[in-house]
Nanobody
Framework: VQLQASGGGLVQAGGSLRLSCAASGSIFTINAMGWYRQDPGKQRELVATSTTGGSPSYADSVKGRFTISRDNAKNTVYLQMDSLKPEDTAVYYC?????????????????WGQGTLVTVSS
């Protein structure tokens, strides 16, 4: 199983970016997908989570500005980030909690994308 993230970049404060993360491999079901972020010198922060069959959840710091969505047919999660602030600058990592086929046996695991850098200039 692999997760491929994309969409990071440099944007001015107040601007928008959309991150994407596609999961591929011998996936049986996906229980949840989401995004963390980490700025050097700071703790990793859970930004948003989309649980299958549940409501999305967000960190207080991004509520009302970020929107998480999924395309289940493509095993892809998106993070629409609007009204970006300099404090949103970080490396964003996607993750997926899923059930996958491992040599004929179904296993549960958490997989991570490679990280994509978001830089918001003031």
């Amino acid at each position: 199983v692999q997760l491929q993230a994309s969409g990071g970049g440099l944007v001015q404060a107040g601007g928008s970016l959309r991150l994407s993360c596609a999961a591929s491999g011998s996936i049986f079901t996906i229980n949840a997908m989401g995004w963390y972020r980490q700025d050097p010198g700071k703790q990793r922060e859970l930004v948003a989570t989309s649980t299958t069959g549940g409501s999305p959840s967000y960190a207080d710091s991004v509520k009302g500005r970020f929107t998480i969505s999924r395309d289940n047919a493509k095993n892809t999660v998106y993070l629409q980030m609007d009204s970006l602030k300099p404090e949103d600058t970080a490396v964003y990592y996607c993750y997926a909690d899923l059930r996958y086929n491992n040599y004929g046996r179904y296993r549960i695991g958490t997989f991570w994308g490679q990280g994509t850098l978001v830089t918001v200039s003031s």
